[in-house]
């Protein structure tokens, strides 16, 4: 069965610093892995996705992550985070039937101090 | 398109109470998913559905949890008797098929006292 171990479930930054938030999965097919940022009192939006192809993921507002499959991670990096980015974020990782169905971390809040 | 839309956004309920839970899904998404948030459980799947037609339940809690799909464009999640230990945020998703994104609603946090 496929889960998703996200390390730290707070993470502190500096405005203006660099954000790593870590991801690590288990599947036993090749996954299909996602990161999607809660912010406060609202629903989940897709910051990025790996489905195939290149394993540098670009996604919106400059995140971004790399899958390894060596290391079986997929790490959110920013290289500069604003205020605005203060949310919770949440890897995913498909299910094994691709049905849809999303595993989900256990999310991992982020705070961006001025 | 609007979204997910889910309703009502908040539910304060007294425990023994049939609550229902709404979700109009984006047009033409074939696949429709029931989550409940919580902090001690995190996000996990209830239900899904497929062509309006239930697939996997196997994460519904308990019997006192039901939910339908009576046409493509809506969905219910019924708890019937409420109980405090159902408070959390429940959201619905869908998607068009394949390995699309998942659109998410802005969920409806329910409170049972």
């Known amino acids: 069965a496929q889960s998703v171990t996200q390390l730290g479930s707070h993470v502190s930054v500096s405005e203006g610093a660099l954000v790593l938030l870590r991801c690590n999965y288990s599947?036993?097919?090749?996954?299909?892995l996602f990161w999607y940022v809660q912010y406060p009192n609202q629903g989940l939006q897709l910051l990025l996705k790996?489905?195939?192809?290149?394993?540098l993921v670009k996604g919106i507002n400059g995140f971004e992550a790399e899958f390894k499959k060596s290391e079986t991670s997929f790490h959110l990096t920013k290289p500069s985070a604003h205020m605005s980015d203060a949310a919770e974020y949440f890897c995913?990782?498909?299910?094994?039937?691709?049905?849809?169905?999303?595993?989900f971390g256990q999310g991992t809040t982020l705070q961006v101090k001025p | 398109d609007a979204g997910v839309i889910q309703s009502p956004r908040h539910e304060v309920t007294e425990m023994g109470q049939e609550v229902t839970l709404r979700c109009k899904p984006i047009?033409?998404?074939?696949?429709l998913f029931w989550y409940r948030q919580t902090m001690m459980r995190g996000l996990e799947l209830l239900i899904y559905?497929?062509?309006?037609?239930?697939?996997?339940d196997s994460g519904m809690p308990e019997d006192r949890f039901s939910a339908k799909m009576p046409n493509a464009s809506f969905s219910t999640l019924k708890i019937q008797p409420s109980e405090p230990r159902d408070s959390a945020v429940y959201f619905c998703?869908?998607?068009?098929?394949?390995?699309?994104?998942?659109?998410f609603g802005q969920g409806t946090r329910l409170t049972v006292v």
């Open positions: 790996y489905t195939t192809g290149a394993t």
């Open positions: 998703a869908s998607i068009s098929g394949g390995w699309t994104e998942a659109f």
């Open positions: 995913a990782v498909s299910d094994e039937g691709n049905t849809g169905k999303l595993i």
């Open positions: 047009s033409g998404h074939n696949s």
């Open positions: 559905f497929n062509n309006n037609v239930p697939i996997d």
């Open positions: 599947s036993s097919v090749p996954p299909y």
